[in-house]
Structures are given as C-alpha cells and as structure tokens.
C-alpha cells in the first residue's frame, strides 16, 4: 500500500508518518516486534485524544504515550 501508485489505479493508499502524533482516528498502527523488516501486530487508532487503540488480543485497555 505504501508503493507508488498513478492517480488512476485503483487500490489502497497510505501516508506514512513518523510519530503516533500524527496519526488521526482510524488510523492504522503496524509494529515490528522484533526488528527483522515484518510486521508482528496491528492496531487501529480509536481515540486520539486518549490514545486509544483496537487491536486483537484479550478485551483489556492499554493507553500508549509517544
């Protein structure tokens, strides 16, 4: 999603940002868990104010700073 794309192609397109700041809600986080170049979890930004994320594991909340 993050390669280059002509106006006209259809498909998905992303902005990547360098701080969690600059992420709006529904924005999507991917980590690297272990520095190797994949990505081991995804969350979605629910909540900026209080940065809140969904993500799938166990229903608990977890408040992340920058």
Request: charge should be negative; charged fraction near 20%.
């Amino acid at each position: 999603m993050t390669s280059f794309k002509s106006f006209d192609t259809p498909g998905p397109r992303v902005i990547v940002v360098d701080s969690i700041n600059s992420l709006d809600n529904g924005g999507i986080m991917q980590i690297d868990f272990y520095s190797d170049g994949k990505f081991d979890h995804t969350v979605i930004l629910v909540d900026k104010a209080t940065l809140k994320f969904a993500q799938h594991t166990s229903n608990i909340y977890r408040y992340y700073q920058d």
